[in-house]
Nanobody, 126 residues
Framework: QVQLVESGGGLVPPGGSLRLSCTASGRLIGWYAMAWFRQAPGKEREFVAS????????KYADSVKGRFTIVRDQAKNKVSLQMTSLKPEDTALYYC???????????????????WGQGTQVTVFS
């Protein structure tokens, strides 16, 4: 079983920044990509960003491109999401997820991720 624990959420004004972190533990075997998704109240969960096992070829949703940066830790079981220029529409519960994949692959929104965390709340208030 794999456990994912997110942290770093909070309340920020528009234009502010936050850094989310996620640590994976448990039965982690082989290569796996890590990703962030989010779900706002009344909306479906949506893809935010993903990064490969090797840490390269990150993938981003158009809505966050240029504002968010996903980074894989050298330890491989940690990933962060640096969020800048936050907007009220970024308000959501942010989830970390993993998916078994090739070392240079960062599966996007079309893929089904295997393991999920409980989420961390990000609220951008005006």
């Amino acid at each position: 079983q794999v456990q994912l624990v997110e942290s770093g959420g909070g309340l920020v004004p528009p234009g502010g920044s936050l850094r989310l972190s996620c640590t994976a533990s448990g039965r982690l075997i082989g290569w796996y990509a890590m990703a962030w998704f989010r779900q706002a109240p009344g909306k479906e969960r949506e893809f935010v960003a993903s990064v490969s096992w090797s840490g390269d070829f990150p993938k981003y949703a158009d809505s966050v491109k240029g504002r968010f940066t996903i980074v894989r830790d050298q330890a491989k079981n940690k990933v962060s999401l640096q969020m800048t220029s936050l907007k009220p529409e970024d308000t959501a519960l942010y989830y970390c997820a993993t998916k078994a994949s090739a070392p240079h692959s960062a599966p996007g929104p079309e893929s089904t991720y295997d393991n999920w965390g409980q989420g961390t709340q990000v609220t951008v208030f005006s």
